[in-house]
């Protein structure tokens, strides 16, 4: 499976913007999925990750009551709902998914097996 993350850009501070991922490839069973970011300098951090149905989701305390993810298993692609952004929030949001048989949540990028590209999301003060 391949990873497309799109929908980064600039917001002011107090603003939203929603980030998706769209899936290709081997989609014919979907998968734990998770958002990620990286400020450059700095290591990898959880943001968000959702299980297989969307029904479970968890958030990094940092985001948690601001974003919001989601899934359209039949559009094989997740979204990533940003309200209320602060500078700190900026960063290359990065989306991964777990192999295949895996059916728990992760919070640790090492959980996670395929990983898109980022998409920047800046947000100014």
């Known amino acids: 499976v391949q990873l497309q993350a799109s929908g980064g850009g600039l917001v002011q501070a107090r603003g939203s913007l929603r980030v998706s991922c769209a899936a290709s490839g081997r989609t014919r069973s979907s998968r734990v999925m998770g958002w990620f970011r990286q400020v450059p300098g700095k290591e990898r951090e959880f943001v968000a990750t959702?299980?297989?149905?969307?029904?479970?989701?968890d958030y990094a305390d940092s985001v948690k009551g601001r974003f919001t993810m989601s899934r359209d298993n039949t559009k094989n692609t997740m979204y990533l709902q940003m309200n209320s952004l602060k500078p700190e929030d900026t960063a290359f949001y990065y989306c991964?998914?777990?192999?295949?048989?895996?059916?728990?949540?992760?919070?640790?990028?090492?959980?996670?097996?395929?990983w898109g590209q980022g998409t920047l999301v800046t947000v100014s003060s």
């Open positions: 991964a998914a777990r192999h295949e048989y895996e059916t728990a949540l992760s919070y640790s990028a090492e959980g996670y097996s395929v």
């Open positions: 959702i299980n297989k149905s969307g029904v479970r989701r």
